[in-house]
């Protein structure tokens, strides 16, 4: 099982400032096409999870382009230029290489 | 716009069982990835398993390998996740979830709204 490691744990952040999220894989997510295999989902607070990226650094629809995914094999990471208030919720990264598929641990960003 | 719809809130004794459906309407359904992902209060998600309708066969999480079944019926788009054998700690919200290409796990795009549950004696 592939284990996914996030930090920070809690992330205070001010509106207009940037935020930083990241995540590790205990295994690269790298597959033989050229494709990491790592999402990101935010969970507003009572609310279902949604998609904010996959593939590493794709934009799911209707994704602000203040949320932008790098990285590549092991080391991801979640930015977000200009953070505003309804960003506010716990943050995931998930890898989809391989079953079973694991999430890491989250990254509650609150806003000052 | 594909929606995915759950059941309703159940309570459960320990050592009962539950089936928990999700129908899908708006799209598609045989060929994506439906996935089933369990959120124990206060706490984060975990991928119990998730199956494609028109390969047949699904994948579990080791964590409920004995335990969790998860089907579909193609005739209503309707997924199925049965956990047998419950503990108090199984309580939480449970949802499904569909993936955003044909035949991939990845990227969930589509939710359900989650199912919340509770085991106690």
């Known amino acids: 099982e592939i284990v996914m490691t996030q930090s920070p744990l809690s992330l205070p952040v001010t509106p207009g400032e940037p935020a930083s999220i990241s995540c590790n894989s205990s295994q690269s997510l790298l597959h033989g096409n050229g494709y990491n295999y790592l999402d990101w989902y935010l969970q507003k607070p009572g609310q279902s999870p949604q998609l904010l990226i996959y593939?590493?650094?794709d934009r799911a629809s209707g994704v602000p382009d203040r949320f932008s995914g790098s990285g590549s094999g092991t080391d991801f990471t979640l930015k977000i230029s200009r953070v505003e208030a309804e960003d506010a919720g716990v943050y995931y990264c998930?890898?989809?290489?391989?079953?079973?598929?694991?999430f890491g641990g989250g990254t509650k960003v609150q806003i000052k | 716009q594909v929606q995915l719809v759950q059941s309703g809130a159940e309570v459960k004794k320990p050592g009962s069982s539950l089936k928990v459906s999700c129908k899908a309407s708006?799209?598609?359904?045989?060929?994506?990835?439906i996935a089933w992902v369990r959120q124990v209060p206060g706490q984060g998600l975990e991928w119990m398993g998730g199956?494609?309708?028109?390969?047949?066969?699904?994948h579990y999480a080791q964590t409920f390998q004995g335990r969790v079944i998860i089907t579909t019926d193609e005739s209503t788009a309707t997924s199925y996740m049965e956990l047998k054998n419950l503990r108090v700690e199984d309580t939480g919200v449970y949802y499904c979830a569909r993936a955003g290409e044909p035949k991939r796990l990845d990227a969930f795009d589509f939710w359900g709204q989650g199912t919340m549950v509770t085991v106690s004696s």
């Open positions: 998930m890898q989809a290489l391989q079953p079973p598929l694991t």
């Open positions: 708006g799209g598609t359904f045989l060929n994506y990835h």
């Open positions: 199956i494609i309708p028109v390969l047949r066969s699904a």
């Open positions: 593939l590493g650094s």
